[in-house]
């Protein structure tokens, strides 16, 4: 005899799992470290509870069957358990993604001030000591900026 | 009395841009050199005739080094 198992994604953060549920329409209340759908079988509330890092999912296991006698069911087009876990994972996935490219923008954003700050404060650098340079040999410096570029007009007077 | 002067120019990616005038001969290149340090990065030079005139008053040189 030989088996094939497939789990679903482990839900290990909160606020995606909680995206996905506010996406796919299934209403909860929190408590704790527990999410409380009001996915309600013959036990009561399903709900996600927070095991060893992971949300895992709690409910009657018969609730996988279409004909199930549900107490309530608040997304109607998910009788079963798997489709509705198969639904969240979609969606969390989605946000999980989301997220990551949202950080992926941010980081390039964060890199691109740092370079672009490093660039002004060379040129600055760059300035100063050419007016400190300037002013020791008696110049005197006239500074301007002209598009966006540093204009530096040095004068001096020799008899 | 004479006047020496120069322009230099930085744009925004620190490339330098520089004129002199009334500066003699060879002395204006190392009184570019003094104040911008290095030229070895130097992009491009043009010299005039006045350059090559040791005694002449103006001299004018224009320099243009790349940025580190």
Redesign the interface.
Known sequence: MSAVVKTITPFINKEFLLQALDAIGCKYTLQGNEIITERVDYYGNQKFVLINGRFQFQHDSSANREQYPWRNLNVKEYKTVSSFLVAVESKYHYFYNLKMEELEKQRQEEERIRLENE?KA??EK??E??IA??KE?G?SVKEEN?K???????????? | ??????????????K?NASTEGIKGEMCLD?LQ????SLEELQYISKTDEFYQANELKSQNKIQNK??
Do not use: H, P, W
Not at chain 2, 1 to 14: C, F, K, L, P, S
Not at chain 2, 34 to 37: T, Y
């Open positions: 660039r060379f040129v760059q300035k000591s050419i340079k300037a040999k110049y002209v966006g570029k540093v204009k530096l007009v040095l004068v001096r007077n020799t008899y | 009395m004479a006047e020496q002067r120069i322009v230099i120019t930085i744009d925004e990616n620190g330098i009184e003094e104040l911008l340090g940025k580190q």
